[in-house]
């Protein structure tokens, strides 16, 4: 019998292209949050993100996080995802929404590692992040591994998609270093600002747009009154985060600096994005308005803390965006859930769920990819020169400028 709904398909898709168009997000984000000498590198590493994570999540990366295996790792179906049965949606479709998320993993770890790494080596993260770190932790979650069976929730990817990115971004910084004038030699940050906050902005506001399809899409599927309630629900609580998260780091840094910071509220709004992802399914509008502002100013001292207490350079905040945000947004669901929460007289067992889930996918992707990017620096090394870092990446890696003037 015929099972596949026609208006969940076509919802699953536009999704995934409002997921897709979350890319330029990136890219605009990271461009305007760095130096101009470093554009056309940047925007080539968000391509590279996209077109690797299509080809190898397809490849091999779908069947490791989604085809029957154990509890820890799927099976094996190289260049096919015909073991994946059609359910509401075909299994084309389930490929082409999941294949955006990968994407975003990976595009994640650009942000922190901009304006310092070879070229050739990022591929080679991008693809090991598509094909083994995101697949295998994925499929603790959303393919039926063990931590699906102990209940850990996250609904659109708080944990899966962005405390992985992070924490692979934090690898990537620390084994990097600061990028050449951040520090004095006393150890003092020199601020190294982006060459337009226009960009930075305006990929913001897209990301933002974005996220209504990557958090509602997760349903994965609209037809029918429970589908149409979920997804309203999910629009309105991804939203309200995303206000308060702006909003809240807009006035801790006017109380703090004395004026409020737009690359901060930048941020913040993206903090309260990622805080909302995991339990925008479960928690009420209050609750999420609560959570975006705990993420915006959680994502405000912790980029403080990275740069000027532990001197890690994140040059556009993924690692507090993402990585930190991450964290908390999926604990909150453990305390915001309208059912099973603490807040909520849930108790608080999934609490303990959400931390060891993320816990456990933390420790996965930080420890793998640092292990292999600590190798590759070891073995050819993944920094440029200093003195192509001081000249730029745009000509040396790629034989061409974003602004010819």
Known sequence: METISGLDTVWVLLASMLVFFMQPGFALVEAGFTRSKNTANILMKNFVDFMAGTLFFWMIGFSIMHSEGNGFIGGFHLFSYDFFPDSNIPKECALCFQTMFCATAATIVSGAMAERTKFSAYIIISIIVSVLIYPIEGHWVWGGGWLSEMGFHDFAGSAVVHACGGVIALAGAIILGPRVGKYTSSGKSVAIPGHNLALGALGVFILWFGWFGFNPGSQLGAEGAENARAISKVFCTTNMAAATGGLTSLFLTWIVFGKPSLSLVCNGILAGLVGITAGCDLVSVPGAAIIGAVC??????????????????????????????????????????????????????????????????????????????????????????????????DIYEHGETAYNN
């Open 296 to 393: 915006g100013a959680a994502m405000t001292g912790s980029v403080y803390f990275l740069e000027h207490k532990l001197r890690i350079d994140d040059p556009v905040g993924a690692v507090s965006v993402h990585g930190v945000c991450g964290i908390l947004g999926t604990l909150c669901v453990g305390l915001f859930a309208t059912e099973d929460g603490l807040f909520y007289g849930g108790g608080a067992h999934l609490l303990g769920v959400q931390a060891l889930g993320v816990l456990c996918i933390c420790v996965w992707a930080f420890c793998l990819s640092w292990a292999i990017m600590f190798a590759m620096h070891k073995i050819k090394g993944i920094r440029v020169s200093s003195r192509i870092e001081e000249e730029g990446l």
